[in-house]
């Protein structure tokens, strides 16, 4: 495959940030300057003799010339003239509106700010700020590929003078300036309120949620209801600076921060906490990234939670896709297959499964052909997958043919390790189909769902590990937690906090359902559970971010609902064209 290809024009700091974070990501890099030594020649970039050499055949150009408006609209009219219709065009500046940089040039609907903070190496944000004329398809496609290396990308609804991020800053810096003017506090008191306080809050929540949590229990509206009079007789002020206010302010700042000669000292510092800061913030605030299988499609897909945007890695699959999990470090997605289906079934519904040609295959997680790692036949329909993150086995129910299995990561030491045939009253209340282990606790859970729409699901656990001297069909150590559900499905656990969550595709008023209830104690029945969601057309799949409190939920419609689980708010992030099976989720 291809790498794709970025052209860098302008080799300053910030140029050169970007061309090494595209090149740590794989992409080639083309970088022009008006001064080809300001190229490094010892880092892997081609060094372009002219802006359309740098230009031809790049996905994506990054402008960085001098923050000036007639040299900016210069570059940009011979970037356009050696760019493709495709093309993304995205400029530096950090002042300059896209629409006035766009003025006159044949590409305006091309032509975007992606507004890096510096140093773009550490700071994440990169803002995308479209201009009246740039189209939607080359936003969605900057925010991708920004996403891709690595960054943070907000794109802005419309253009504004200073953006978000500089307005913001503003408005701060203002008032700090006329705190220090009027003798309330000097430049380095106030440095110490900031980062001691709002400094230290802002670095992990933003602005809203700060206040939404101020509030208590009741959020921004207490705040607005009970404190927002006293808010509002603050009055805010913009300072109206002599120029012995602003010499008397820069002796402040320097007196407490330094001169030129010790500026390298003072960077390296600030960007050391900064990264420590971010290491440490980021763990909490990662990026959900869900993968969703289609059944009817046969396809594997990312979808992202935020935009709905739904990227197929492989599609043509006619063996009915149903279980995924996704393992980042290794660069893979694994998914169960129920075989080739007994006849076609159409949207909404799914097809008969009775011959034994399940499998487990795997698709690199950048998208290509399968591999099959649990050979065809070896157990009859794959339904959920699980894995021990640690160990990286894998777990799955098997419907029809009644029973648990494992197998490592490999896909090798295939293993009953529950059989089911022949424990209930017919041989439908056997069929296995949720699955989620705890190897910390040693344990493991499933559903069997019983008839459709007949009430006769149930949740069962037992230990990972066979008891010994029994095997899967004789072991003792089953313990029945739910029974008499409508249909339950896929199943989740959050054991920090001590609850199970699963999907019932069964009849109302209880069934079509997203269910949670905390995971019962050794040797006890599981308690009422509490309906989180209600409404879905056969629910089946089921992904949960405990750390941002959301449940992703799939149904044989081929919508995706997200679901908060605190306010209960929920929203169809996205629809996929045939029968929504699987989901798993990931974080970047």
Same mark, same amino acid.
Request: net charge negative; proline share 6%.
């Given at each position: 495959?291809?790498?794709?290809?970025?052209?860098?024009?302008?080799?300053?700091?910030?140029?050169?940030?970007?061309?090494?974070?595209?090149?740590?990501?794989?992409?080639?890099?083309?970088?022009?300057?008006? +001064?080809?030594?300001?190229?490094?020649?010892?880092?892997?970039?081609?060094?372009?003799?002219?802006?359309?050499?740098?230009?031809?055949?790049?996905?994506?150009?990054?402008?960085?010339?001098?923050?000036?408006?007639?040299?900016?609209?210069?570059?940009?009219?011979?970037?356009?003239?050696?760019?493709?219709?495709?093309?993304?065009?995205?400029?530096?500046? +950090?002042?300059?509106?896209?629409?006035?940089?766009?003025?006159?040039?044949?590409?305006?609907?091309?032509?975007?700010?992606?507004?890096?903070?510096?140093?773009?190496?550490?700071?994440?944000?990169?803002?995308?700020?479209?201009?009246?004329?740039?189209?939607?398809?080359?936003?969605?496609?900057?925010?991708?590929?920004?996403?891709?290396?690595?960054?943070?990308?907000?794109?802005?609804?419309?253009?504004?003078?200073?953006?978000?991020?500089?307005?913001?800053?503003?408005?701060?810096?203002?008032?700090?300036?006329?705190?220090?003017?009027?003798?309330?506090?000097?430049?380095?008191?106030?440095?110490?309120?900031?980062?001691?306080?709002?400094?230290?809050?802002?670095?992990?929540?933003?602005?809203?949620?700060?206040?939404?949590?101020?509030?208590?229990?009741?959020?921004?509206?207490?705040?607005?209801?009970?404190?927002?009079?006293?808010?509002?007789?603050?009055?805010?002020?913009?300072?109206?600076?002599?120029?012995?206010?602003?010499?008397?302010?820069?002796?402040?700042?320097?007196?407490?921060?330094?001169?030129?000669?010790?500026?390298?000292?003072?960077?390296?510092?600030?960007?050391?906490?900064?990264?420590?800061?971010?290491?440490?913030?980021?763990?909490?605030?990662?990026?959900?990234?869900?993968?969703?299988?289609?059944?009817?499609?046969?396809?594997?897909?990312?979808?992202?939670?935020?935009?709905?945007?739904?990227?197929?890695?492989?599609?043509?699959?006619?063996?009915?896709?149903?279980?995924?999990?996704?393992?980042?470090?290794?660069?893979?997605?694994?998914?169960?297959?129920?075989?080739?289906?007994?006849?076609?079934?159409?949207?909404?519904?799914?097809?008969?499964?009775?011959?034994?040609?399940?499998?487990?295959?795997?698709?690199?997680?950048?998208?290509?052909?399968?591999?099959?790692?649990?050979?065809?036949?070896?157990?009859?329909?794959?339904?959920?997958?699980?894995?021990?993150?640690?160990?990286?086995?894998?777990?799955?129910?098997?419907?029809?043919?009644?029973?648990?299995?494992?197998?490592?990561?490999?896909?090798?030491?295939?293993?009953?390790?529950?059989?089911?045939?022949?424990?209930?009253?017919?041989?439908?209340?056997?069929?296995?189909?949720?699955?989620?282990?705890?190897?910390?606790?040693?344990?493991?859970?499933?559903?069997?769902?019983?008839?459709?729409?007949?009430?006769?699901?149930?949740?069962?656990?037992?230990?990972?590990?066979?008891?010994?001297?029994?095997?899967?069909?004789?072991?003792?150590?089953?313990?029945?937690?739910?029974?008499?559900?409508?249909?339950?499905?896929?199943?989740?656990?959050?054991?920090?906090?001590?609850?199970?969550?699963?999907?019932? #595709?069964?009849?109302?008023?209880?069934?079509?359902?997203?269910? #949670?209830?905390?995971?019962?104690?050794?040797?006890?029945?599981?308690?009422?559970?509490?309906?989180?969601?209600?409404?879905?057309?056969?629910?089946?799949?089921?992904?949960?971010?405990?750390?941002?409190?959301?449940?992703?939920? +799939?149904?044989?419609?081929?919508?995706? #609902?997200?679901?908060?689980?605190?306010?209960?708010?929920?929203?169809?992030?996205?629809?996929?064209?045939?029968?929504?099976?699987?989901?798993?989720?990931?974080?970047?």
């Amino acid at each position: 495959m291809t790498a794709p290809r970025v052209a860098i024009i302008g080799a300053g700091v910030i140029g050169l940030s970007w061309a090494e974070l595209f090149h740590e990501r794989g992409w080639d890099v083309a970088v022009f300057d008006v +001064s080809p030594d300001a190229v490094p020649r010892d880092r892997g970039f081609e060094i372009a003799a002219s802006i359309a050499d740098a230009v031809r055949g790049a996905t994506l150009v990054q402008e960085n010339g001098p923050e000036r408006l007639a040299v900016k609209r210069e570059l940009l009219a011979h970037i356009a003239a050696a760019a493709t219709d495709d093309t993304i065009i995205a400029s530096s500046t +950090s002042s300059l509106l896209p629409s006035l940089l766009a003025e006159g040039n044949s590409r305006a609907a091309q032509i975007l700010v992606g507004h890096p903070y510096n140093p773009p190496q550490i700071m994440p944000l990169v803002e995308i700020v479209p201009g009246p004329a740039t189209r939607t398809d080359i936003v969605q496609e900057a925010e991708r590929i920004y996403r891709e290396i690595g960054k943070v990308p907000v794109a802005l609804r419309r253009e504004i003078p200073g953006f978000v991020g500089n307005r913001v800053q503003k408005a701060v810096l203002d008032e700090a300036m006329w705190l220090v003017t009027h003798g309330v506090v000097d430049a380095h008191a106030f440095d110490v309120i900031f980062q001691e306080s709002l400094g230290l809050r802002w670095a992990s929540i933003g602005v809203f949620e700060a206040s939404h949590l101020g509030g208590g229990p009741a959020g921004l509206r207490h705040i607005i209801e009970h404190v927002g009079a006293a808010l509002d007789a603050i009055e805010l002020q913009r300072p109206d600076l002599s120029e012995s206010d602003r010499s008397a302010i820069v002796q402040q700042v320097e007196s407490a921060y330094g001169l030129a000669d010790t500026y390298p000292a003072r960077a390296e510092r600030r960007d050391r906490i900064t990264r420590a800061v971010r290491s440490t913030v980021g763990i909490e605030q990662r990026r959900a990234t869900l993968y969703a299988l289609d059944l009817l499609a046969g396809s594997v897909n990312r979808v992202d939670p935020l935009t709905g945007t739904v990227t197929p890695l492989h599609a043509g699959l006619t063996e009915a896709p149903d279980g995924i999990v996704v393992d980042p470090a290794a660069g893979t997605v694994t998914f169960t297959c129920m075989g080739a289906p007994d006849a076609p079934a159409a949207r909404g519904e799914e097809p008969t499964f009775t011959r034994a040609n399940g499998s487990l295959q795997r698709i690199p997680l950048a998208g290509g052909a399968p591999q099959v790692i649990v050979e065809r036949g070896s157990f009859v329909t794959g339904k959920q997958l699980a894995a021990d993150p640690a160990t990286g086995r894998l777990y799955w129910s098997d419907r029809e043919g009644r029973g648990i299995y494992r197998a490592e990561a490999d896909g090798s030491g295939l293993t009953r390790l529950v059989d089911t045939r022949g424990t209930g009253p017919s041989e439908v209340e056997d069929w296995c189909v949720g699955i989620a282990v705890d190897p910390g606790a040693g344990l493991l859970y499933w559903t069997q769902k019983g008839g459709a729409d007949a009430g006769q699901g149930r949740i069962l656990r037992a230990g990972i590990e066979i008891p010994r001297g029994e095997d899967a069909a004789t072991r003792s150590d089953i313990e029945t937690l739910w029974q008499g559900l409508p249909e339950p499905i896929d199943l989740e656990l959050d054991t920090a906090a001590g609850m199970i969550y699963w999907t019932d #595709r069964g009849a109302g008023p209880d069934g079509n359902t997203l269910n #949670r209830a905390p995971i019962p104690a050794p040797g006890r029945h599981g308690a009422f559970p509490t309906i989180l969601s209600r409404g879905y057309r056969e629910a089946i799949g089921l992904a949960l971010d405990p750390v941002h409190h959301t449940a992703y939920v +799939s149904d044989l419609s081929g919508e995706i #609902r997200e679901v908060q689980l605190g306010s209960g708010a929920e929203r169809v992030i996205a629809t996929l064209p045939g029968a929504a099976t699987g989901l798993a989720l990931t974080w970047e």
